[in-house]
């Protein structure tokens, strides 16, 4: 079974950064992938990031050019958000899973405002 924390969301003002990471338990095997995921309200769930192996990244258009997906240990993930806009604000999952992300955290909140 694998367990995922996230932290480091918080209050930011528009062109900020912060940092999420998220602390994963369980086999390494089921966190071949991992990524991050947003939800806003009112808005669709979106992929932001993810990770496969240890460099394989993918972004979605959002995110590109300003935000980094990166792990250590395997099993530590973090997301490096620079030049933050209001419309990033979301509440931020951590995912993981052999293939495809399958275990997710309780989530941490962004949010950009001046």
């Known amino acids: 079974q694998v367990q995922l924390v996230e932290s480091g969301g918080g209050l930011v003002q528009p062109g900020g950064s912060l940092r999420l990471s998220c602390a994963a338990s369980?086999?390494?095997?089921?966190?071949?992938?991992m990524g991050w995921y947003r939800q806003a309200p009112g808005k669709p769930r979106e992929v932001v990031a993810s990770?496969?192996?240890?460099?394989?990244t993918n972004y979605a258009d959002s995110a590109r050019g300003r935000f980094t997906i990166f792990r250590d240990n395997y099993k530590n993930l973090y997301l490096q958000m620079n030049s933050l806009k209001p419309e990033d604000t979301a509440v931020y999952f951590c995912?993981?899973?052999?293939?495809?992300?399958?275990?997710w955290g309780q989530g941490t909140q962004v949010t950009v405002s001046s």
């Open positions: 995912g993981a899973g052999r293939l495809t992300l399958s275990y």
């Open positions: 369980g086999s390494a095997s089921d966190m071949y992938v």
């Open positions: 990770i496969a192996g240890g460099s394989i």
